[in-house]
């Protein structure tokens, strides 16, 4: 039987996903209601109890107009608007926490990443047991200046961070939330989601997905604004991995604590 959680109200019920998808965005109202029936369709299709959470990163068009349409039409659509915009990385880290089921995955919002891979990867990562399921994209339909721009900055952050992650900019991936709960958020967390989760103790393992040409609209990232940052941050990234420190409670009073030593007898010859 799926587990219920109640309403804010306390008056319905709703049955847990098993599956959230996190979808950040700006600007898409073009591909919204497109990429909501390709979600449906694959989710459905498979059998799984699902929730997609919109996260509208400020939109200036219709976007947040379309997605309270879609909440309206299905409530399995859920619509969080953030009141200005703060840029691709809070919008995910907004969605993160929103997220209700044990198992979350990511999307693009401009239809280049295909919902149909979303299945497979979810049965891989419950079949594998790995905490995450990182697509790479295999046939990258973008500009080439785009493509190069990426190569050179996932071979800078790998060399810098020490991680092999092969391509760290592809938005379809599959996870265990316990991994991303309390995470940092800063810009561009975004581009080094793998390696914070590793930093968790996430195990990781890519899979080919596919990529699709864009459709809509124009992409918001480019040389300026992709790639240089994407330098600073690594550094910071860098910083970040060597003063990590990720406790692991041993026992808790409350949950079973193991019992306390005899005490020692000081008279005893």
Known sequence: MMPQEPFP???HRRPRPELSVVVPLRDEE?????????IARALDGAGLAWECVWVDDGSTDGSAVALR???CADPRHRALHLERACGQSAALAAGLRAARAGVVATLDADLQNDPADLPRLFALLEKSGTGMIQGVRARRRDHVVRRWSSRIANAFRNFVTG?????????VRVFRAEYARGLPTFRGMHRFLPTLLR???????EVEVHHRPRVHGRTKYGIHNRLWVGFLDTFGVWWLKRRWVEPHVAWESDHGA????????VHAE
């Open 163 to 171: 991680e092999n992650v092969r391509d760290v900019g592809c938005a």
């Open 30 to 38: 073009a591909s919204l209601f497109a990429l909501a029936e390709e």
């Open 258 to 265: 193991p019992p306390l030593p005899e005490p020692e007898d």
């Open 199 to 205: 930093l968790r103790g996430c195990e990781i393992r």
């Open 9 to 11: 109200d306390g008056r």
């Open 69 to 71: 349409r879609l909440a």
